[in-house]
């Protein structure tokens, strides 16, 4: 088997609601055997993994699949339940996928949903090879495959405290996405709502307190001054200065890195110079800047304790014990280490919810000082530490005591929050007991932490597991009814999306709303340019959605960026889709009209289901099929005939309607009709030469409808936007120079020019000089159509040629030149296969009361040639 092509659909898409990934393969020889073609392969697949046992399939029932299996099926099929299965069994909970035949034998698009990207893409590649090996009867290293993809996963993973947030985010609607691959860095909600957080720390944590809570003494001296219990300290540059330090504060003491985190470089209980020599060199390799600087200060006797404080509150306190081991009278302690290190729960670093004991040169110091070493027998219940910090990143267990805290202790750990300005503080306290006031016991301060780590109250080794991460989005988010999103209106049909997406955006930001818009051409926020290019896909809902000044998004959605990543968000507020007809068959798995439907459809699909909006065309017959069919939300529909007999019923339950009534543009609901403007004072309706820019109109304001701007904001909006390129670039710009007539438009598709036709006509009054061409990837047929189109609109047509997407040159350029050349008219045709001398051509040709069709892909540069020209009259002409 072969795997042609393989990508992560980041969204609602053609196959699923859901983010899923695609996958298409070629089963070469093994479209000649279907399951049942292979004896016992079904028992060898629930030998090996006999969770698969689960999968219900379409059979609806617990072994469904399997029964499948030996019925027979294909090894398409097999491989979407194990790409499943292998996510399921790494810890990734997924049960959603499909399989369809492609319109080529042997090759199928298989489609299961994924937690997260890479190892869902592992996992596709991993059922690949399992499924050849199953046919072939070979070896299935199950456990060397599930390694691999756990360190898929553990590479990509998101840590546990950062999860924490994350899920908790999540779990109250807020969307999440990582911002930077490689790191933590993620933002919660979208555009003005959004927050962003590494780790722990997030976009209000003060950056002086970091820098308090990154020296050690700083931290010492605001919270003595303040009344906190410290212990006694001095800052050391060598190990002459720590024993005079150490002589002075009293035995024992304390080394520690005056920068550092994580218990890195601390030793504690020193009560001798021996020790206080290597605890000082100890601290001095985990120093993290130049300052060389060791901290002594005197040991407090007592219990290590972390206190979790976020948004003012103490949410979490616990209990640490350093990373320590217990005899059972049999084993070592090595031994009794690689026992404890075996717990599923430990990992490396921070990747699980405690972390595995590695025994170093300050485990070695701790066993010696107890008269231990690795090979001893500890008897049955003595206990031999192997740290001497109670930290969870170097071994240690945690138990959780918040219910314990005394209510002075409490307003303690609360009022350091506020004395270094952290929202999300770590406080070490070495106390005795929580459930006595500090000054009332022997107890300290040690240090406060930046970004503290989540394990150890998410998951105690003891105690009751704390939803710190809750606390956190809390935090952020405290209204409980804000998900962080912010209006959405996505939209899509064949022809009109640019001039609708730009239109929605005009109304919107007329209505005093900062927008980002992405479209044919430019991502733009709140009116100004910050990418060029085609941004009708998910990368455009990215780059606008992550923008801080954003208060709503307006989307244009093509058929490619569907097909290729999916929609790039999750839900929009508001879908429109105005209209599907023939455009790019043949691409991607779309090869019929109904096809082409349900790819356009993926974005009303996609509205909210609850306070969504879905703009549909009334006029268009696979809209109405289609578009209604997977409408969620409430359905807005426009025509152009006030009397259309689909929508009596709709209008009768007070559904709304947009038409067209005695020229003008009105909304109606049930029995009342509310007039919003002048369809002729509406510049891009052309008077109503152009009635499919009224279509847009209304498309444009059902969604602002939808948003609830009000009518006299709708109105200002249509009626402040202009047919130009500076308000609709390269979509039917309409000047005259010097008495020729020139209509710049992108329509590359026989319903583009079907629509444009009347318009044409309309402006028209002597000859029609027509510059075309289409992107290569249309169909035969769909060229030479668009060519016959050409020659019913036009009297002289100059087909140029600048996107062959994979076809030999010249070749679009001719379909297009014998299509208009055999549609039976007049017209003349001739091909220039540069867009530049095809349009200086037709300039060239032009005289006074001609009209130019220039439908080209350089705009500016099309527009700046015909500033200033001058073109012959008829008089001129005849003088020459």
């Keep these: ?56 399939c379409s059979v609806g029932e617990p072994g469904g699949f399997l029964q499948r299996v030996r019925n027979g099926t294909f090894a398409g099929h097999m491989v979407e339940h194990l790409a499943i299965e292998l996510q399921n069994l790494v810890g990734f909970s997924v049960g959603y996928g499909k399989t369809v035949d492609s319109y080529e034998k042997g090759i199928y698009n298989v489609v299961y949903r994924y937690r997260d990207e ?90 002086i307190g970091h820098s308090i809570a990154d020296d050690k003494e700083w931290t010492k001296q605001i919270l003595s001054d303040a009344g906190v219990p410290v212990p006694r300290g001095q800052v050391c540059y060598s190990v002459e200065d720590a024993q005079e330090a150490a002589d002075w504060i009293g035995w024992p003491v304390v080394t520690k890195p005056l920068s550092g985190n994580h218990g890195r470089g601390v030793t504690t209980d020193i009560a001798n110079a021996e020790d206080l020599k290597a605890g000082f060199e100890a601290a001095l390799a985990r120093v993290r800047d130049s300052s060389g600087a060791v901290i002594v200060e005197s040991y407090i006797k007592g219990e290590d304790h972390r206190m979790l404080v976020i948004g003012g509150k103490l949410v979490a306190a616990a209990r640490r014990r350093p990373a320590h081991v217990t005899g059972d009278g049999k084993n070592t302690i090595q031994q009794l280490i690689d026992i404890e290190n075996s717990d599923p729960r430990r990992g490396v670093g921070h990747e699980n919810l405690l972390t595995q004991i590695d025994v170093d040169v300050q485990t070695h110091r701790m066993l010696e000082q107890a008269g231990h070493r690795l090979d001893t027998v500890l008897p049955q219940g003595e206990i031999a530490l192997l740290k001497s910090t109670a930290n969870i990143s170097t071994g240690g267990t945690a138990t959780d005591l918040t219910d314990e ?16 300005g952290l929202d999300i503080i770590g406080i070490d306290l070495l106390a005795e007991t929580l459930s006595v006031p500090l000054d009332k016991q022997s107890a300290g301060v040690v240090e406060v932490n930046a970004g503290p780590g989540f394990r150890m109250h998410m998951a105690p080794t003891h105690g009751t597991p704390r939803p710190v991460g809750q606390c956190v989005v809390d935090m952020l988010f405290p209204d409980p009814t804000d998900n962080g999103r912010i209006p959405i209106t996505a939209i899509t049909g064949t022809n009109g999306k640019t001039t609708t997406t730009r239109l929605t955006t005009h109304i919107l930001r007329q209505a005093g709303h900062s927008v980002g818009m992405g479209c044919t051409g430019t991502v733009e926020i709140d009116n100004n340019v910050i990418l060029r290019g085609d941004y009708s896909g998910p990368a455009a809902a990215l780059a606008v959605l992550r923008e801080p000044t954003v208060q709503h998004a307006v989307l244009e959605v093509a058929r490619g960026g569907i097909m290729r990543r999916g929609l790039g968000f999750d839900e929009c507020d508001v879908g429109v889709l105005l209209n599907i007809a023939s455009d790019h068959l043949g691409e991607r798995e779309i090869h019929t009209l109904e096809e082409l439907a349900r790819c356009k459809t993926v974005v009303v699909d996609a509205v ?6 879905c703009v549909l065309n009334a006029d268009d ?174 009297d002289q047509i100059y087909v140029y040629e600048t996107d062959a997407r994979g076809r030999q040159t010249g070749e679009t350029a001719k379909l297009i030149h014998d299509g208009a050349a055999g549609a039976g008219t007049p017209a003349h045709v001739e091909t220039i296969l540069s867009e530049q001398e095809a349009v200086a051509k037709a300039i060239s040709a032009a005289q006074a009361g001609d009209f130019l069709l220039l439908l080209v892909d350089d705009i500016e540069g099309t527009t700046e040639r015909l500033k200033g020209r001058s073109f012959p009259t008829q008089a001129d002409l005849a003088r020459t």
């Design 1 to 56: 088997m072969q795997i042609l092509e393989q990508r992560a659909l980041r969204g609602p898409n053609y196959y699923s609601r859901y983010r899923a990934i695609y996958m298409r393969l070629d089963i070469e020889d093994l479209e000649r055997k279907p399951s049942d073609k292979v004896p016992g392969i079904a028992e060898r697949l629930e030998t090996l993994i006999p969770s698969i046992h689960e999968h219900r």
């Design 118 to 207: 890479a190892t869902g893409l592992a996992a596709g590649e991993a059922a690949v090879r399992i499924v050849r090996n199953l046919y072939d009867n070979k070896d299935v290293d199950l456990a060397g495959i599930l390694s691999k993809l756990k360190e898929v996963r553990d590479a990509h993973a998101l840590g546990p405290s950062t999860g924490s947030i994350v899920d908790a985010a999540r779990a109250r609607n807020i969307p999440a996405n990582n911002l930077t691959e490689g790191t933590s860095y993620t933002q919660l909600g979208h555009g003005v709502k959004q927050r962003r957080f590494q780790a722990t720390v997030t976009d209000a944590s003060a950056i």
């Design 405 to 420: 805290v005394h209510p002075e202790v409490k307003f303690a750990m609360e009022r350091i929050g506020r004395l270094v």
């Design 608 to 613: 909210k289901q609850d306070g969504g909006y």
């Design 621 to 794: 017959p696979m809209v109405m099929e289609h578009g209604t069919y997977w409408a969620r939300g409430e359905i807005i529909y426009f025509t152009m005939n006030p009397d259309n007999p689909a929508l009596s019923e709709h209008l009768g339950n007070l559904g709304m309607v947009l038409t067209v009534k005695n020229g003008k543009i009105v909304l109606l609901r049930g029995k009342v009709t509310v007039e919003i403007v002048e369809v002729n004072d509406v510049p891009i309706a052309f008077e109503g030469h152009a009635p499919f820019n009224v279509q847009n109109a209304m498309a444009a304001a059902g969604a602002a409808i939808a948003h609830g701007i009000e009518i006299d904001d709708i109105r200002a909006g249509l009626l402040t936007f202009h047919p130009t390129p500076a308000q609709m670039p390269g979509r039917t710009n309409y000047f005259e120079a010097d008495g020729v007539k020139c209509l710049i438009d992108y329509g590359h598709n026989v319903p583009a020019l079907q629509a444009l036709e009347p318009l044409v006509n309309g402006l028209a009054t002597q000859r029609k000089i027509g510059v075309a061409t289409a992107p290569g990837n249309r169909r035969d047929e769909d060229l030479a159509a668009l060519g016959a189109q050409l020659a019913r609109m036009c």
